[in-house]
Structure formats: C-alpha cells, structure tokens
C-alpha cells in the first residue's frame, strides 16, 4: 500500500530532551515536507527537500533539523525541544516538485513538551 | 511574504445544499499552485482539489470546484450536494516553486459541519 508513515504517533518529552520524528514513504516520491499544525494558525512548512542531499528552509525552521540522506526517509529532529514547540507535526510527499503533484500526507505525530 | 487568508472560520451548510468556502492570497509570484484541503476528524489531510495558475479553466472535481479569479487572488471552493461525510475542516494552501522545491503556505482554515 502506498503511504507516508511517521513515528512515533505520539510523544510526551520534556524540555530539552533531543528527539527524531521519523518519515518514511515507499512511492519513490522525489519531494518530501515537514508541516507543524496549530489551532488558528493553520499548517506551517517547517522544512522541504527536493531529493536526496537538498533541503531547504520553510517558514517556520528555528528549532528544527531535518536530512535526506536516502529518498525515502525524511527525520525531523529537535535537538532541545521546548513547549513552544508542542504541536501536531505532519510529514508529506510528492513524486516531484515544481508541478501541482498531489501530496500525501502522514497520519501526524502529536508531540507535547512540558 | 506569501499569506493565505481564509475569512470564515466556521461555515455550516444542510445536506444536499450548496456551500462556497472563501480563499484570498497574496503573493508577487507569476507561477504558483492553489489547493484545497480537507482534513475531516481523523486529522488526515486530504486532497480535494488543485488549480495552476497559469490554467484559466477552473477545476472541478465531481461535486467540488473552484472559482479562481487570477487577478483579484481569489480561490472559493464551491461544494454542491452536500454530504455528512463533508465535514471537515477545509484549508486553502498556495504553493511556489524555488530551486530546492516547493514552498507551501496555508490558510488558517474553516470548519464545515453538514446538517442532516
């Protein structure tokens, strides 16, 4: 079946904790995308990479690292993770960039940070 | 700075009826891509329609479709026949292209209840 997968769904951590939210997708998507979801504010774009080796900044990136060391795995770390950062995180594919391909979505990872 | 706004944080529409989802944008970009989403209760973020900019067509997509208007950054989502399986929260999204891929902006959304 064709999906973007992430782990953990869940996650409690505490302040200053590193932690990695994996991303995996198994359609040969060459663009993959980090998103944060909070109440009234919509999704915002974290980071994105076109393939493996690229990424790039989205709107939101302090506090977050990201790499594309193989094209279907796309982590995003927290290396000291504060509250501010507690949020519903979604990663998302598409085959290429550059056109209105369709992305997929994972099924988000709910993270909280006290 | 690209902003996506969606005025209506909360719409309610009776099943069968017609409901039309407002959608500006700002941008200075020629070339960029508009999308609605929808995410109903299990949080899944789903696809229901897409418009390049440069298409004058509006899409359609069975009982979705847009009203895109280029030059007043306009992009409604017009859902007829409403559905119970309609509610969701629905998010407007514009897209650039940069050498590195694409960048994404969404709007805050609005919740879409369907009344029986």
């Known amino acids: 079946e064709a999906q973007v997968t992430q782990n953990p769904r869940y996650l409690i951590t505490v302040t200053g904790k590193k932690l990695t939210v994996t991303c995996s997708q198994n359609m040969n998507h060459e663009y993959m995308s980090w998103y944060r979801q909070d109440p009234g504010l919509g999704l915002r774009q974290i980071y994105y990479?076109?393939?493996?080796?690229?990424?790039d900044k989205g709107d939101v990136p302090e506090g977050y690292k990201v790499s594309r060391k193989e094209k279907r795995n796309f982590p995003l770390i927290l290396e000291s993770p504060s509250p501010n950062q507690t949020s519903l995180y979604f990663c998302?594919?598409?085959?290429?960039?550059?056109?209105?391909?369709?992305?997929?979505f994972g099924p988000g990872t709910r993270l909280t940070v006290t | 700075a690209q902003t996506v706004t969606q005025s209506q944080p909360e719409m309610s529409v009776q099943e069968a009826e017609t409901v039309t989802l407002s959608c500006t944008y700002d941008?200075?970009?020629?070339?960029?891509?508009l999308f609605w989403y929808k995410q109903p209760p299990s949080r899944q973020m789903i696809l229901v329609i897409r418009q390049e900019a440069y298409k004058q067509q509006n899409a359609t997509e069975n009982r979705f479709s847009v009203n895109f208007q280029k030059a007043a950054k306009s992009f409604s989502l017009k859902i007829s026949d409403s559905q119970l399986g309609d509610t969701a929260m629905y998010f407007c999204?514009?897209?650039?292209?940069?050498?590195?891929?694409?960048?994404?902006?969404f709007g805050t959304g609005t919740s879409l209840t369907v009344i029986p």
């Open positions: 999204a514009f897209a650039t292209f940069r050498n590195t891929g694409n960048q994404f902006y």
């Open positions: 990479s076109m393939n493996v080796e690229v990424t």
């Open positions: 998302a594919s598409s085959l290429y960039p550059g056109r209105s391909y369709e992305q997929y």
């Open positions: 941008t200075s970009e020629n070339n960029y891509y």
